[in-house]
């Protein structure tokens, strides 16, 4: 079976990477993300694969588990020059493929905000946790197989879920070793990262326009930082998502049950169920 990046167009042209994020999610990326866009970057950010739909989120599950579960071709330069062409900012998608996304640009500037690691993994249970249950439970874990998007959401935080926690899943267990890889994970990354092309920030220490503007020696605009995105404000945001999901689910599982329906009907008038 193809790739899903494997059949999309190669670009004419590809934007030069200003920055690769390599920060985890829930670490202050989309307030990041919007804040570059207030500068005038053009970033790509889980955002924007909610934005792009079904496609977007096969793209993202390929590179996931030949990275994470090595089942498939690791992406190179050539599958990131197709995904990223129209930006010049990458925020979150190298947290799932550091390694590729490092040997395929070796010089570039990067960036990594670190949170407290209990801080994070309570997050990272709110909000992945939160949707990877809710899809696992019914009647998403149903529906959710006549909507795409949705499908393919279901799969990311069921890997998500399942390569961070270890396999114990939002669980006391798994909540150890979400921690514990948490930690790995930003080690790992201070191991891999040249320190002259690295920049740290800690989100506890402050994180806004004064530690981003002059690394990418920009002006500090004259605006607030934005949104921090809470679990609410995510919630707010895959909610729309749930509510399309469910309402397919209905249409669906209605259209298949209605015909039975029928057809045990007029069996039972014809008496055709009789012993």
Known sequence: MPRQIDLLPTPTHVEPKKLIVLSAPRTGTHGL??????????PYHMAEVIKTGPQAIRVLNDGHRAEMFHQGKPYGRA???????????????????????????????????????????????????????????????????????????????????????????ITPEGHKYLIENYKNYIAEVKRLVPPEQLKVCKLEDGFGWDEICPYLGVPVPDEEWPSLNTPEEFGEVVAPKFKAAFMKGIIGTTSIIAPIIAVGLWYLRKGKLSL
Do not use: C, Q
Request: overall charge positive; glycine content about 8%.
């Open 79 to 169: 599958e990131f020059d197709k995904w990223f062409a129209d930006y010049d900012v990458i925020i979150e998608m190298p947290f799932f493929m550091l390694r590729s996304v490092l040997k395929a640009y070796p010089d570039a500037k990067f960036l990594l905000t670190e949170r407290n690691p209990e801080k994070w993994a309570r997050s990272f249970e709110n909000t992945v946790g939160m949707v990877h249950k809710k899809f696992s439970s019914l009647p998403m874990s149903i529906f959710k197989y006549f909507d795409g998007f949705t499908s393919g959401m279901s799969s990311m935080g069921r890997m998500w879920v399942g390569y961070y926690t270890n396999g114990y899943g």
């Open 33 to 42: 993300y919007l804040a570059l866009k207030l500068l005038g970057f053009k």
